[in-house]
């Protein structure tokens, strides 16, 4: 993965995995957003700035029916992303570009509008607190923002005041009366999250002469003055009519603890009514009906130490007087957890996604079922793929979803919905090219459930020449190795002659409720064997070198890998980013500790505990942290280098020196963002795989200094 500053076509990599700089360029698909009229489909896609630190989003059209090359409709420096489609074919966008019509004023997160006859976009409204997204009714002109307000402000100018103080008095300092404080990498407060619905304003220069485009402005009305910290990272829709929007609302509750609502706001009046509220569970809503009749509600229950959370989906009568609503539950017998995407225009079914072994397909399921009768959910699209962002024609026939893998990238792909066939769309870019062949492979756990995984091999893996092997152990827990990651992409090491184990083990999402419950609140029992399982199959094949391996894991992936480095000494090396070590310790101190300490009590944490069993530790250990990662605080990855240090059976030696390694990185988060730090993790970690299991000395990258 060597990278260079300058090369000739000659020196092309053979392919984008064999270089960092060209993996690191290759363009990002997200999003997906459809006209009305189903005519126009526009995705987001990221790319890398000519200094290599940063992406940049821009829009791009792609051809629904999928003969035009995909075109770019925007372009900026600073980037535009969330883009939503107006009743009457407007495309809105937010982007921090500079306004043309205001070029002194400074740079905020701004609404634009893309007119749907073409021409150029223009600032559809600007406050100094920025836009962060907005909400489209399909069938009504209305509009609403999502933006946040500093908690004691009484108005917008009083709002935009307020932040000028702060600024120019340089303070930062903020005054909590909650929990929580923090949010994976963001410092809560004190602003607060807000809904507005846009409208036109009061016309500035009337009666001057002006050209034919000239619009008023729009102004905001606050619809949720009152809803103080009830927004943050809440869920909201809007029904086709525009008249509600549905969200779910955050309650305090007693003890630091909270749970989700879901609220009905009236766009109208800004009344907000409780539709739900239960001990224990947590509601979210999904899409509206297209006769705005029937609401989507996803809940979730609470955790215990003995218990996972059991996610369902329900139908809601919102046609219903306020609170006599029915609740109806849909597909409870469907053991699986699902994502809806959207309503058929007749409203006679629903699509969702759900991960399902290795996969994220999309499934319909119909609503109508006769009283008594099990619902029948029907898989869509029967390829190993991972389907988000699902959109549907106005005529029912067709759904457009992106799709990824990992042989691919997110792509945006047209799904037959008579007979699931799935046609790939023009895309904004190819795919990318890998060497090597990806397979799925599966064991018997000591309880006997089948443990599945994805191997990624190398060309010319064989018996004459086996692979060394590396395990990589998904985050979560409660997700699956099902689509295409750019943080974690096994290609990257394929191509430097390694095969890469991906595997699903307790805790695992796609395998039912009972996979899940497998291994809750016994992460060291469960999840460890499973893997060992795994492991032990696959380096059985001959294409598989047994006496070179390597575990590593993110997260629930980094916690599992320490807790596989003081359980075996069976791996060569142990990668451990973003890992939870002492499970005292974190519990009270991560951004979410009244979820966490739900989930196991004190006994339970210190029997999972990693840092118990530090003195077994005899494999060198490679630690990730990242300074600004609230999530597992970098106190877990500070306890975890010193405990190394002091009681490995690697501790530093008299001359201070360990077999250990610290790859610090003071302004990144749980993730690893900025694409120059990625492309040091990437170095980083290939020099310590190929010093411990090669017995290669690869340099490290010259930009740690070293």
């Known amino acids: 993965m060597a990278a260079k500053d300058s090369e000739t076509l000659s020196e092309q990599p053979e392919t984008p995995f064999h270089d960092l700089d060209h993996y690191l360029a290759i363009p990002r698909v997200s999003g997906l957003a459809l006209s009305p009229d189903g005519a126009r489909l526009v995705t987001t896609v990221a790319t890398l700035n000519a200094k290599g630190t940063e992406y940049c989003t821009a829009l791009w059209e792609i051809d629904p029916r999928g003969e035009v090359q995909a075109r770019r409709i925007t372009r900026s420096a600073k980037g535009e992303a969330g883009a939503v489609f107006a009743a009457n074919g407007d495309l809105y966008f937010t982007s921090a570009r500079p306004d043309p019509e205001s070029p002194d004023a400074d740079p905020v997160n701004a609404l634009w509008v893309l007119p749907a006859g073409g021409g150029e976009a223009r600032v559809a409204l600007t406050r100094a607190g920025g836009v962060s997204g907005i909400l489209a009714a399909r069938d009504a002109d209305v509009l609403v923002a999502a933006a946040a307000v500093l908690a004691g402000a009484t108005d917008e100018d009083n709002d935009e005041e307020r932040r000028k103080a702060r600024k120019d008095k340089k303070v930062a300092a903020i005054l909590h009366s909650g929990y929580p404080v923090r949010y994976w990498d963001a410092d809560l407060g004190p602003a607060q999250p807000r809904l507005f619905a846009v409208g036109p304003g009061e016309e500035t220069a009337a009666g001057k002469p002006g050209t034919v485009d000239a619009a008023p402005p729009l102004e905001l009305r606050n619809l949720t003055p009152d809803a103080g910290a009830g927004l943050r990272d809440a869920e909201s829709v809007i029904s086709p009519d525009g008249k509600t929007i549905y969200s779910s609302f955050m309650k305090p509750l007693a003890g630091a603890d909270s749970r989700s609502l879901l609220v009905a706001i009236d766009v109208a009046t800004g009344t907000r009514t409780v539709l739900l509220d239960t001990d224990g569970i947590n509601y979210f809503p999904g899409p509206v009906s297209p006769d705005n009749r029937t609401l989507v509600v996803v809940s979730e229950s609470d955790t215990t130490p003995v218990a996972a959370p059991q996610i369902k989906l329900h139908l809601l009568d919102v046609g219903a007087p306020a609170g006599e609503g029915a609740l109806t539950p849909l597909a409870h017998d469907w053991d699986r957890w699902a994502r809806p995407a959207a309503w058929l225009p007749d409203g006679s079914a629903l699509l969702v996604t759900a991960d399902e072994d290795g996969a994220a397909p999309v499934f319909r399921i119909p609503v109508a079922a006769e009283p008594g009768q099990a619902v029948q959910v029907s898989r869509l699209t029967d390829d190993a793929a991972a389907y988000t962002d699902v959109v549907i024609a106005p005529d029912g026939h067709n759904a457009y979803a992106l799709r990824s893998s990992y042989e691919f990238p997110a792509e945006p792909v047209r799904i037959d919905l008579a007979g699931g066939g799935v046609v790939r769309l023009q895309a904004p870019a190819a795919r990318p090219l890998y060497k090597g062949r990806l397979e799925r492979v599966e064991a018997t756990a000591p309880d006997g459930a089948r443990v599945p995984a994805y191997l990624a091999l190398p060309e010319g893996a064989s018996a004459a020449s086996p692979a060394p092997l590396l395990l990589w152990i998904h985050g979560g827990p409660l997700g ?227």
Do not use: C
């Open 480 to 706: 699956s190795w099902n689509a295409w990651t750019w943080r974690w992409n096994p290609w990257l090491l394929v191509a430097r002659g390694y095969a890469v184990l991906l595997p699903d083990p307790a805790l695992s999402t796609g395998y039912g409720q009972d996979y899940i419950q497998r291994g809750w609140g016994e992460w060291g029992k469960a999840p460890f064997t499973d893997l060992m399982a795994i492991t032990d199959a696959v380096v059985q094949r001959p294409d598989i070198d047994e006496t070179r391996t390597a575990a590593m894991g993110g997260s629930f992936g980094g916690y599992m890998a320490n807790w596989v480095a003081g359980h075996t000494d069976r791996f060569k090396a142990i990668v451990t980013h973003a890992s939870l070590w002492a499970l005292d310790q974190f519990g009270p101190t991560t951004d979410a500790a009244q979820y966490w300490l739900k989930e196991m009590s004190a006994g339970m944490a210190m029997e999972n505990s990693p840092h118990l069993h530090v003195e077994n530790i005899r494999t060198p250990m490679l630690v990730i942290h990242g300074d600004k990662d609230y999530r597992v605080p970098i106190g877990e990855g500070l306890r975890l280098w010193y405990e190394l240090l002091a009681k490995s059976q690697l501790a530093a030696d008299e001359n201070g020196e360990t077999d250990h390694r610290f790859l610090y990185f003071p302004d990144e988060n749980h993730w690893i963002l900025q694409p120059q730090h990625a492309k040091v993790w990437y170095g980083v970690v290939e020099h310590f795989l190929a010093r411990n299991l090669l017995e290669k000395d690869i340099p490290v990258p010259d930009e740690l200094g070293l």
